[in-house]
């Protein structure tokens, strides 16, 4: 890998079935049509650099156009767990070197990082020769794993709290310090979570803010969920004053617009995602 990494971007903001919504027209995917800008919401995927990206769902290739990414320069795909929305494999058979049609110019190796669950979604969508693809699988622990990269960054895994075997979220330590955690599809934290988060001290947090407005307990956090996760952090000195606070993976049927996000997350001191927001990853 060439350069270390000095932003994430937050490529989709949305969940499963984005926003506005496929095939729906409730109040609130109408408001998001007249408003547009962060309103709009594909699926959640980020991009650390140009050569690390996390989830690989039915929107990558708009996310390819729309910021101009360069998959081509691919070294790493740490995917959270199988769900459609987070892992589209058709497009995996297109990493083959030398075919006419799907032909790569150059020769290009990408580790795709996962668990069981993740690496039999990809065997079930493969329809190349998996012999002709430069693909290296990398099989992770669903309860804890951790690999370092060509570059000295450290991924660490972690189970997730969320209705799919295998679900895992990741922590990245740069070679400086610099710590973040990315919770997609996190769900209200277990015990076990906790405890190895305070092994960490976190210099900016991406956290599932999916379910909204809702008055649910399950596989997604709730705003309230949000705000008493982030009062524990501070209360257990995971995170201080100084750590770069966001949250994403926003459902419609959660019932806030951008705005309404804004009005209950920035007093709490955390920052609503969007499509195309960009975080730069160094302590302000």
């Not at 290739?61 to 058709?90: A, Q, V």
């Not at 032909?103 to 795709?112: R, V």
């Not at 649910?216 to 996760?229: D, F, L, P, R, W």
């Amino acid at each position: 890998m060439s350069n270390l990494p000095t932003e994430l971007l937050i490529c989709g903001s949305g969940a499963s079935e984005a926003i506005p919504a496929v095939f729906c027209n409730c109040e609130l995917c109408q408001q998001a049509w007249k408003l547009g800008g962060k309103d709009i919401r594909s699926r959640t995927a980020y991009m650390l650099g140009s050569e690390i990206r996390i989830d690989y769902g039915p929107d990558a290739m708009l996310h390819r156009y729309r910021f101009n990414l360069h998959y081509e320069d691919l070294k790493h795909l740490f995917i959270t767990h199988p769900h459609k929305d987070h892992f589209s494999p058709l497009e995996m058979n297109y990493h083959v070197h030398g075919e006419v049609g799907p032909a790569m110019l150059k020769e290009h190796f990408m580790t795709l990082h996962g668990t069981q669950p993740v690496m039999d979604k990809f065997y079930e969508g493969l329809v190349k020769d998996f012999s002709k693809m430069q693909l290296n699988l990398d099989v992770l622990d669903p309860v804890r794993d951790c690999r370092v990269l060509e570059n000295g960054i450290k991924v660490t895994s972690l189970a997730a709290n969320h209705d799919c075997p295998g679900a895992v979220n990741y922590i990245f330590e740069m070679p400086d310090g610099f710590t973040f955690f990315i919770g997609t599809d996190s769900g209200v934290f277990k015990e076990e979570t906790w405890a190895i988060f305070r092994e960490f001290h976190f210099d900016m947090m991406v956290l599932d803010g999916t379910a909204g407005a809702l008055d649910i307990v399950g596989s997604h956090h709730t705003a309230k969920q949000v705000k008493e996760a982030v009062e524990r952090f501070r209360d257990e000195k995971i995170i201080d004053d100084g750590t770069h606070l966001v949250t994403n993976h926003f459902a419609h049927c959660a019932g806030m617009l951008h705005k309404d996000l804004e009005d209950f997350y920035l007093p709490l001191g955390i920052e609503p995602g969007y499509d195309g927001m960009k975080i730069k990853l160094a302590r302000s």
